[in-house]
């Protein structure tokens, strides 16, 4: 089997400092993983680093999508190849529609214009399903929406665009018990053979609802472990202390 995403001994700064310290990742289609580890460990800055954020320089390594050069890719050819991520805070954006905006970002994505009817048929089943009142089709994105309507439209737009490969940065933070199963429908809903998932995050509250393939514990800027989801439970019970060490 091809990797969908490959990650070799990636490191990345910002200005003079090191954050991500040589990170090694393999990600097939059809896979979730899992990386978890304490506040400062570099994760969010391999999500950022892999979509292409300006703050982050790659100063060594590569990172490959479907054996492309992700690295070499501009911010919107990295969209239009399949890679996404959702925000820990999703930016709000006055006067345009959520369903407008997912519209126009499906059209720029594919390079194919989006039917009025059809793609609002299948918006609305996807709201639906995250249990979203299709009102907010109509509401300006973000606009006084709780924390928890931020993070279900944000699946929304995973479900919407269909890329190869789903970065989930924090989507659970801040979510209660009900937010988070339906979040977790959600990423299901959206799994499949020619698509992978990787979940950022502090703590095992999305795990309960989801199989995943490979739990990554990340400390300083490395992955120093890879297993199942009983990293996750050691985690629950010991904190990350054992892996700092």
Do not use: W
């Not at 979509?51 to 060594?60: C, I, N, Q, S």
């Not at 054996?67 to 239009?80: I, T, W």
Request: glycine fraction near 8%.
């Amino acid at each position: 089997m091809s990797a969908l995403l490959e990650v070799k001994n990636l490191h990345s700064r910002i200005d003079e400092r090191e954050i991500l310290k040589g990170i090694d990742l393999t990600v097939n289609p059809g896979e979730i993983h899992i990386i978890m580890g304490p506040n400062g460990a570099g994760k969010s800055t391999l999500a950022y680093t892999l979509m292409g954020h300006e703050k982050y320089e790659v100063t060594e390594g590569e990172a490959l999508l479907e054996g492309k050069d992700l690295l070499d890719m501009k911010v919107d050819e990295r969209a239009k190849a399949g890679m996404f991520m959702s925000f820990q805070t999703p930016e709000v954006i006055p006067g345009i529609t959520v369903e407008n905006f997912l519209r126009t970002a499906k059209t720029a994505v594919t390079g194919e214009a989006q039917k009025v009817i059809p793609f609002k048929r299948e918006l609305m089943k996807n709201m639906e399903l995250l249990n979203m009142d299709v009102k907010y089709a109509s509401r300006y994105l973000n606009e006084g929406f709780s924390g928890g309507e931020k993070k279900k439209n944000e699946i929304l737009q995973m479900l919407t665009l269909q890329p190869k490969v789903a970065i989930l940065d924090e989507t659970d933070s801040g979510l209660d018990v009900d937010a988070i199963k339906v979040v977790a429908d959600g990423v299901k809903a959206f799994a499949g053979e020619n698509n992978a998932i990787i979940v950022i995050t502090h703590y095992d509250k999305l795990l309960s609802y989801l199989n995943p393939n490979y739990v990554h514990i990340l400390v300083d800027g490395k992955i120093v472990k890879t297993g199942g989801a009983e990293l996750s439970k050691i985690i629950n019970e010991k904190g990350f202390e054992e892996f700092i060490k």
